[in-house]
């Protein structure tokens, strides 16, 4: 008699950036059976799935407690995707695990303790070593594996992440609003999204900024609000700098349109979608050659050192100053963005889950 093999997600970060998007985007296509986490979050995106609560909070030593085997077991779950590391010690159940990036491995500096840290690399390797299969959205996150954790090149397949079809370019009556919400009117702005943790750079970018000197150009800083003393400082030293914090998606949207461009300096990416999505909302793309970054966006993208200032100055003053930069390089971003699918990510996701699942 032949036995349903069913497969099961830990979704409980659906909500998160980053990887929050990568769940969401995995869900609903038919792939898993049951998801681990709140059902209410869960059925935004798939509403077929069976949901098994998994209340633990992500890196706690909950995590490891609460993980509920034997109700997967019962559901005849005999594999289950964790899309970060942190896949329990003693799992009990077949799985794979997506890995984003190595940024806790390459820069623990940025942990918040040493015990965080080795406890970060712990659970790495525990989830590349005992994993059936893993998945990474970069092919530079694929040579970290290999080089960090001497992983086998065949156990890894690489999924890139893409944009969803909401970024999309608009018309300007639908984003003027922003003018009078942040007060500038009558300004360029250079847009930067994502959270201001160290590794993102953004105190370079400020520092470029600075050098600018440019009263008729503000720089808008969207995504989660860390409290950094030295950022805080530079931002009092300098003015047009305008903190957005979070905002909504539609809010999202209306600024990647608003730009005159978009700044990306990271000094590290698994892969970094804030780049395609800005490429799709039709607006020009200053980015750091670090990492997965070149690799994300080819040659729609001006590149610089990622903590050269004068670099960075340089290429947003050529793409406010130049129209016929502008133009090639919103045009080389459409074509770009086209080249990523989470359609195709799915499938190739759902094609590895089938080939493990094989008797």
Known sequence: MKTERKTAIDARMINMS?????????????????????????????????????PA???????????????????????IHFPHYNAPFFCGIDYV???????????????????????????????LHNSRHIFTVSEHSRKDLISCFQVPDQKITVTYNSTDPVFRRLPEEDYACLDEKYGIAGKKAILYVGNLKPHKNVKTLIRAFQEMNR??????????????DAL?????????????????????????????????PSLYEGFGI?????????TPVVCSNASSI????????????????????????RVLDDE??????????????????WEETAAKTAECIRMIQKP
């Open 274 to 282: 804030p780049p395609l999505e800005a490429m799709a909302c039709g």
């Open 97 to 127: 695990v997506t890995v984003h990036d190595l940024i806790h491995i390459i820069f623990p500096q940025y942990m918040k303790n040493r015990i965080a840290a080795a406890y970060a690399k712990a659970l790495m390797a525990n989830s």
């Open 232 to 264: 805080n400082t530079a931002m009092k030293e300098s003015s047009g700098i305008i903190r957005c914090g979070m905002v909504s998606d539609e809010e999202l949207i209306h600024l990647y349109n608003r730009a005159d461009v978009f700044a990306f």
């Open 294 to 317: 070149p690799e994300v966006v080819g040659n729609a993208a001006l590149l610089c050192e990622a903590e050269d200032s004068s670099s960075l100055k340089e290429n947003i003053c």
């Open 57 to 79: 909070k992500i890196y706690s030593p909950q995590e490891q407690i609460l993980f509920p085997a034997k109700e997967l077991k019962k559901e005849g779950v005999n594999l």
């Open 18 to 54: 980053g990887i929050g998007t990568y769940i969401r985007h995995l869900l609903g296509r038919g792939i898993y059976d049951v998801a681990l986490g709140e059902e209410e979050e869960i059925r935004n995106y798939d509403r077929d799935v069976k949901v098994i609560p998994y």
């Open 215 to 228: 009263p008729d150009t503000v720089l808008l800083l969207a995504g989660k609000d860390f409290n950094d």
């Open 324 to 341: 016929s930069l502008r133009n090639t390089l919103i045009q080389r971003g459409a074509e770009r963005v086209a080249r990523f699918s």
